[in-house]
């Protein structure tokens, strides 16, 4: 895979191309990547790219000339089919199964916006999908682009040392994760559970499962709501039920 980012900052991508398991996975070539500075394509000695936006109004908007030719530029350096990315508070929202399709392309182009935005045609004519990373802004696309960088990496076959690592995650199956405990045994007066020291698999694949279920439905019962339950997991689902209930009265 190939991801290009077109971006003022190229020099803050290096913690994902040099750092943990995704600059390893680089360097193995297991995934390349291209930082496109937009300001080579202006059309000022200053490199300027930005004006104010018409009808009025605070901060500056990325002109749609040079973003064009940047993406122009990263579509000339790839072969095959391109996915051109913005990333903004406008998109709609990554997740787990959004990650996985991703993983599957060839190409990702990650536009990363600032100041109080991109000019609207260059949105229409060349990108083709928006992203977002929640309900919040940050100063630029950068952040955003590289959580969306190592969440889609994880799914490329030998960048984790073990698949089952992302297979296994949060929202893999639609559930929470489950505690994990290591050495000690012991710490700060709480043990490990001994269901996981008893070597019974069956038992632990179903401790594993209830305390999934029991923490989305503390933590996001929305993901419930959307979940069409297996038999198992519905008897799990009534027992903390009654346990709860048993607590409350």
Known sequence: ????????????????????????????NLWQFQAINPRQFADNKLGYIDGRPFGGGPGMILQAPPLQAAIDEAKKNSQ??????????????FNHQKAIELSQSDNLILLCGRYEGIDERLLQYSVDEEISMGDFVVSGGELPAMILMDAVLRFIPGVLGDIQSAEQDSFSDGLLDCPHYTKPLEFQGMGVPDVLRSGNHALIAEWRLKQSLQRTLARRPDLLEKRSLIPKETRLLQEILAEQRKIQS
């Not at 903004?88 to 929202?93: C, E, I, K, V």
């Open 1 to 28: 895979m190939l991801i290009q980012s077109i971006t003022l900052f190229p020099e803050m991508f290096e913690s994902i191309t040099e750092c943990g398991v995704t600059g390893r996975a680089r360097k193995q």
């Open 80 to 93: 095959g089919r391109n996915k051109v990315i913005y990333l903004s508070p406008q998109g709609a929202l």
